[in-house]
Each structure stands twice: as structure tokens, then as C-alpha cells.
């Protein structure tokens, strides 16, 4: 269901323009209006999901289904070197527009993208028993 006030359902549904590079029933893919690197695209689903913990399981294979696609054109057009994949929910994880997005990142060499994280070594029993705790919910 759309929502009136959402960004990316106006987007998704041409009410407010973008750079479209592929749209069908199901998805819009833009190129992000401030992007990390040259080329960053955003798919969007046409259907109001405000997150990974909102969208449907066949909607989300399907998107990612349509980045393998995306991606290769991107690579044929834009000659970058590498890409990221990135994909935000939650204000603390850096999500802004709370319409579910894939974010697809083009990587060049000395583009100064910065998505890194610090690592912390993990407890091997703790994670085996946070891995059983997970496993039983799915
Ligand atoms: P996120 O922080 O994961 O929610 O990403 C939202 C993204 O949407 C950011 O990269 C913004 O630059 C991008 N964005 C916001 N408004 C627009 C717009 N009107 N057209 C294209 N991209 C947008
Ligand atoms: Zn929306």
C-alpha cells in the first residue's frame, strides 16, 4: 500500500522525476541523487515495505533477482572496478528514507568510499549458542 507522504513512492510511481534506468511492474531502479561514486544506483520496489523486516520473501528474491541484471549493466557501462551492495534499516543502521532500497555501489580505485566497520574476535562458544538461538527461528 502506498504510502502518501513516502519519498520513494512518489518516485517508484514517476509522480516525483528521477535518472530511471530500468523500470518495470514491480521495481523502479534510479541513480541516487547524492551519490557515494559515480553511477550509484537504487532499486525500489513499486509497493510501500518499509524494511528488510517488512518486505515479503518473494519480493526480496526478485529484487535481488533484477541487481544480478542491474549490476552487469552497470560494470558494461560504468568500467568499475568493483561494487557494494548495501541495503539500511533503521535509523541507527543509517536507513533515511524508510522505503525499503538496495543501494548499488560502484567501486573505483581511490574513490574514497568509506563503508568499513571495526571487528571484534567473537567468542567461539558464545556465537555456537547465538547461532542455535537464531537457527531455531527460522
Ligand atoms: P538510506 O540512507 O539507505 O535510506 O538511503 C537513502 C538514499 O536515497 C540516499 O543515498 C539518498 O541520497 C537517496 N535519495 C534521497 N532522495 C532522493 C531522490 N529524490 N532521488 C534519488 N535519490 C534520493
Ligand atoms: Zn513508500
Not at 2 to 14: E, M, P, Q, T, V
Request: include cysteine; aromatic fraction near 8%; glycine fraction near 6%.
Amino acid at each position: 500500500m502506498a504510502d502518501k507522504d513516502c519519498l520513494f513512492c512518489k518516485i517508484s510511481n514517476g509522480e516525483i522525476p528521477s535518472a530511471t534506468i530500468y523500470e518495470d511492474n514491480d521495481f523502479r531502479v534510479i541513480l541516487d541523487i547524492a551519490p557515494a561514486s559515480k553511477g550509484h544506483a537504487l532499486i525500489i520496489p513499486k509497493e510501500h515495505f518499509q524494511d528488510i523486516f517488512d518486505i515479503d520473501a518473494l519480493t526480496a528474491g526478485k529484487l535481488f533477482s533484477l541487481a544480478t541484471e542491474v549490476a552487469r549493466a552497470m560494470k558494461a557501462v560504468l568500467h568499475c572496478d568493483g561494487m557494494n551492495i548495501v541495503q539500511n534499516n533503521g535509523l541507527i543502521a543509517g536507513q533515511t528514507v524508510f522505503h525499503f532500497h538496495l543501494h548499488l555501489i560502484p567501486r573505483y580505485e581511490g574513490d574514497g568510499v568509506n563503508l568499513g566497520w571495526p571487528q571484534h574476535e567473537a567468542d567461539a562458544e558464545a556465537n555456537q549458542e547465538l547461532a542455535r538461538e537464531i537457527r531455531k527461528r527460522i
